[in-house]
């Protein structure tokens, strides 16, 4: 009888594990634990899915010569010290491909175990065509021969370090290599240590607009392709006046970026459907930017590439590519927080691969989640030199490693809140002045600082940041660090006396807030709750009196 009865719970314990994975398991649309890694949309907002759940990269992006087996313990270093899950770490045509038709994927191999080893993620960068603007990952036997494939020409006839876009034995060369990189991807990671993989490094040509050579003179002096002649493309372009016809025509001024942005990324198109096909992993294209306020001449920045005025273009011609993603390196915050807003589009999943690692560059990190952002990368995170202690490469990181250390625990929670488009957040500014966040009937004041008890001192730069999570009326996650929170109520209960119902401190874990403590007294009275350089997690309840 008694046996009975326990084979009874166990077959009941086992009916409802099966039912609780199944429920993670069709939530976020048939994907499930072991599933490839897929980017999702929904009423504008995006979601990387990985194991069947939003899932959010605190990333590092090593340096362009860490991907070989004697640098790579720095770079695990320099990981755990910063509590990223995701490294970034590019892989070399030159070395894959370094015969023709020979292919070495032993230092692919190294990363995905060591990676599987550290319990990180990985997204691999293709440094193949174009790094930055130039062909110099090439393989040697592709070097040896210009002619057969040749960089660009400059507008005086002057060469140009950088590939020509309109070069087919390249383009297929280069897919060619790509489709064998996913297929061994396939076979090699069956449990989807990668999560993504860049196509190329911030392609488009430095010192010149576009290639002027003869035979690309021929192309830009013929008609645009129909494939850009849509009117939702013209319209999105603002170009919507002539309708067909030749660059010059349809594009007047622009035509020049434009035919190099539509060469480039129809190129890159190209490979990354090569890859693609045979392994369908989410897929992207960084950009070096360009002044995102100012509307400079193309002259300025690196032309071709998928800078903000140009997506569109990149989208119609390279619909294998997921996302394109701003390299933020930006000094103004102005400028920083104008690109996160450009590049989080309907048509495009924000994900940030690299930025600047010091501490102004990591409030950003709130700016992308409060805009959907899958994932956030600090470039260049060990230190790859002689001289240069382990102690040095932990302080550097420590400001962006706070932060991961906080939402390590909760990225499942982050994840699901920024696709829910449940997330605001506001980053100190260069003039240090406080910033509102409007919540429904109530409104957040933040101020920034470095709040002691009773006593505020204004950081010395800008990095101070907060953001809230609304998860009910008058119910709020708080966020941040090096600021301080207040709240008024607005509409008909504006001017009312409110007070805090309850201010929770802790973390979550495993889907559950864990509680630290209730604060009270000192630490939510004199103004509402500080939080200092450490990032803290606030659940907080607000009501009227
Ligand atoms: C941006 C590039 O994408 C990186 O590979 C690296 O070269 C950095 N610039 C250096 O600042």
């Not at 006396?497 to 509680?515: D, I, M």
Request: proline residues 6%; neutral net charge; aromatic residues 10%.
């Amino acid at each position: 009888m008694k046996k009975f009865v326990i084979m009874k719970i166990m077959k009941i314990r086992a009916v409802a594990l099966l039912m609780s994975l199944l429920f993670v398991a069709t939530v976020w649309g048939q994907t499930s634990v072991g599933t490839i890694p897929k980017i999702i949309e929904k009423d504008g907002h995006h979601a990387l899915i990985v194991d069947g759940q939003p899932f959010l990269m605190l990333g590092g992006q090593a340096h362009n010569s860490s991907g070989w087996p004697g640098m790579l313990p720095q770079v695990w270093c320099a990981i755990k010290s910063m509590h990223a899950n995701t490294l970034e770490v590019p892989i070399y045509w030159e070395q894959i491909e370094g015969q023709p038709g020979k292919f070495d994927f032993s230092l692919v191999d190294t990363i995905l175990k060591q990676g599987r080893e550290h319990k990180v993620h990985l997204v691999l960068l293709w440094f193949a065509s174009w790094k930055n603007g130039s062909s110099h990952y090439m393989p040697e036997w592709m070097k040896r021969e210009p002619v057969k494939y040749p960089n660009i020409t400059g507008r005086n006839g002057q060469p140009v370090d950088s590939p020509s876009p309109h070069t087919k034995a390249a383009m297929e060369a280069d897919a060619k290599a790509f489709a064998e990189v996913m297929g061994h991807l396939k076979k090699a990671d069956p449990q989807h240590t990668v999560l993504m993989v860049q196509v190329e490094n911030e392609p488009g040509a430095w010192g010149s607009v576009r290639d002027f050579s003869p035979s690309a003179q021929k192309l830009f002096e013929g008609n645009v392709p129909p494939e850009l002649l849509k009117p939702g493309i013209l319209k999105a372009l603002n170009k919507s006046v002539v309708t067909k016809g030749t660059w010059k025509e349809v594009f007047g001024n622009d035509a020049d970026e434009y035919f190099h942005a539509w060469s480039v990324a129809h190129y890159i198109g190209y490979v990354a459907a090569a890859g693609k096909a045979v392994y369908p992993l989410p897929l992207y294209v960084n950009a070096a930017l360009r002044d995102p306020l100012t509307n400079p001449s193309a002259t300025t920045y690196e032309s071709g590439g998928a800078t903000d005025n140009v997506i569109p273009i990149w989208k119609a011609a390279a619909p294998a590519i997921d996302l394109v993603a701003p390299d933020i390196y930006l000094q103004e915050s102005e400028k920083a927080l104008k690109v996160i807003e450009l590049y989080d589009r309907p048509d495009n999943t924000l994900f940030v691969p690299e930025t600047g690692s010091n501490e102004e560059f990591a409030r950003y990190f709130y700016a992308v989640l409060a805009h959907g952002g899958i994932g956030f990368s600090p470039f260049g995170i060990d230190d790859n030199y002689q001289g240069v202690k382990k102690s040095e490469t932990e302080e550097r990181l420590a400001p962006v490693g706070q932060e991961y250390a906080m939402a390590g625990p909760m990225i499942r929670e982050l994840a699901k809140w920024a696709f829910e488009g449940k997330i605001k957040a506001v980053v100190e500014k260069e003039d240090h002045a406080a910033q509102t966040i409007a919540l429904g009937s109530w409104q957040a004041v933040i101020s920034f600082g470095d709040s002691g008890w009773r006593s505020e001192k204004t950081n010395s730069h800008p990095i101070g940041k907060a953001m809230i999570v609304q998860l009910g009326e008058n119910e709020f996650v708080l966020i941040g660090s090096l600021c301080h929170f207040t709240f008024k109520p607005l509409g008909v209960n504006a001017g009312k006396a409110w007070q805090y119902l309850k201010v929770e401190e802790g973390c979550y874990e495993n889907g559950v807030f864990k509680l630290l403590r209730i604060r009270n007294g000192d630490e939510t009275d004199w103004g509402g709750p500080r939080i200092g350089a450490v990032p803290a997690v606030l659940h907080t309840t607000l009501t009227l009196r």
